[in-house]
């Protein structure tokens, strides 16, 4: 059983550097997730969820991550962690199961996209 699926290629709302962002207090400062974050995090889950199918268990779970990329500007490791809670919340299964592969490739701006490939 294998489900893929193509997220947009939005290295700001992914990567785990730009996901944290602080705000000042009266007793300093404050630490909190982006919303915007929050919500892109939210809509990808749910796509994914959309293509579950209930075949899924908890065992051992390979998980893809193809990231096609218009620069070199973006590190994609640093999305590894946000794609992979995107992908517990959308299939229901714990993230101690997965096995990640994870490749990348430059291409023109108008293709930049993610495509994650879940398989057991």
Known sequence: MTIKVEIPYVPEQ?????MIKFSSTKMGRKAYKDP???KFHADMAWLLSLQKVPSLSKAKTHVG??????DMRSDPSNSIDSILDI???GIGVD????SVSLDWELVPKPKARIVVTVSQ
């Open 14 to 18: 992914l990567s785990k550097n730009r």
């Open 36 to 38: 915007a974050v929050l």
């Open 65 to 70: 991550i193809m990231v096609y990329r218009p």
């Open 87 to 89: 992908v517990k919340t």
């Open 95 to 98: 993230d101690r199961w997965f």
